[in-house]
């Protein structure tokens, strides 16, 4: 009996313990509804659509916001044993699908006159329940196998014709357009760029534009995640008159034009697409 139950003891050993760790870990933790909050601010006013902001960019120009929008997905929280914990979106047939979400920032009134008066600025789902996360991250924009369908057959929130980037093929995955002192329409859309091919056969792109952003001592019972504008556009002229190969005011994700490079490394990217470091000038944590 002895000489049996030893080996077998030894072989069960390590699968005990397991169990027995199991016992205490998430698994047997009730999950919670948690709520990321996102903040457009101009410094440390609210962005809004009825109001115009000064001192913008490196010509301290003036703007007005005609729209602003952004796909985030992949929302997880941090614990300060750096457990991660991805939130289990919830499933609102509108705003929120699978791991992706749709922010709206503007109400279509006053300069956004987009006819878009919904607006969404957090995003829910539920994880594990901890008093000790400390830490955020999120995708910007879909994932490369989600990029690329028919937006008049997809379901909410990928049937946003806004949003929706024809001559790439692709979604945009963020549409920021505002107006300045001396253009009426200043834009920055980023999303993969240099894109080829079709629904049907696939696509490839030059730049795949796939933003990671991680924020410190961000607490979602407490904390928002502060987007500024006035961050954002710190390196620009917004009131410079486009010219040469370069016709359009502002950024479409293209790697040769010189109002990109600034504003994709507000999102950890270089002008070619690849990753660097995240600056804290445009998200912020307050």
């Known amino acids: 009996m002895n000489a049996v139950w030893k080996p077998l003891s030894r072989a069960l050993l390590p699968a005990l313990l397991l169990a027995a760790q199991g016992c205490g870990g998430d698994d047997d933790v009730e999950p919670k509804t948690y709520t990321v909050r996102f903040s457009p601010q101009v410094r440390q006013e609210a962005l809004s659509c009825t109001t115009s902001f000064t001192d913008i960019g490196t010509s301290r120009g003036v703007i007005e916001l005609l729209d602003f929008r952004m796909y985030v997905r992949d929302v997880t929280l941090i614990r300060a044993n750096g457990e991660r914990h991805a939130l289990k979106l919830a499933q609102d047939g509108e705003w929120q699908r699978d791991a992706i979400a749709l922010l709206d920032f503007e109400d279509g009134t006053g300069t956004c006159r987009t006819g878009s008066p919904g607006t969404h600025r957090a995003v829910t789902g539920t994880a594990p329940e901890h008093d000790d996360y400390t830490g955020l991250e999120f995708k910007v924009g879909l994932p490369p196998d989600r990029n690329h369908l028919d937006v008049e057959a997809e379901a909410a929130p990928l049937d946003v014709r806004d949003m929706w980037w024809s001559w790439q093929g692709g979604y945009k995955f963020v549409k920021l357009d505002i107006r300045t002192q001396q253009n009426a329409a200043y834009y920055f859309h980023l999303g993969a760029s240099g ?39 710190s390196e620009l002229d917004v009131n410079r008159t486009p010219a040469g190969s370069d016709m359009m005011p502002g950024c479409m994700s293209g ?23 995240l600056p804290k000038t445009f998200f912020k944590v307050r």
């Open 195 to 233: 894109c080829q091919g079709s629904n049907a056969d696939g696509y490839t792109c030059g730049a795949a534009n796939q933003a990671t952003v991680a924020l410190d001592g961000f607490d979602p019972e407490t904390n928002q995640v502060v987007l500024d504008v006035a961050g954002l556009l």
């Open 255 to 277: 790697p040769t034009d010189p109002e990109c490079a600034p504003l994709l490394s507000q999102f950890g990217l270089n002008a070619d697409g690849t990753p660097k470091a």
